[in-house]
């Protein structure tokens, strides 16, 4: 099996964060699906603060092992990669909504 290069890597763990992001979040969708796109497409689906928080920490994780990066680095990038790809989150705020009668 050939070795992958630098950029072939990173262009895999991209691959690799959308499908976890959308396994995580319940949906039946792959980067396959949405690979192409020139829309918002990330503003379709929802995930959860809790499942961005699950997504965002697998991918530190994923990123360390598989581009060997320190975890500040990786850190950055799933900050960027949330920025650029993570889903909407449906109850961002709500935790802190007190509703008096």
């Not at 965002?56 to 799933?78: F, N």
Request: proline residues 1%.
């Amino acid at each position: 099996m050939k070795r992958l290069s630098k950029e072939e890597k990173q262009e895999q763990a991209v691959i690799d964060l959308i499908n976890k992001m959308f396994e995580i979040a319940g949906h039946n969708v792959t980067y396959d699906d949405i690979k192409g796109r020139q829309d918002n497409w990330y503003q379709q689906w929802e995930m959860t603060v809790a499942e961005n928080e699950e997504w965002k920490k697998w991918g530190v994780d994923h990123l360390r092992k598989v581009l060997k990066i320190p975890k500040y680095k990786a850190e950055k990038e799933m900050m960027w990669a949330n920025l650029q790809w993570g889903l909407k989150c449906s109850d961002y705020g709500m935790e802190k909504i007190t509703i008096k009668i």
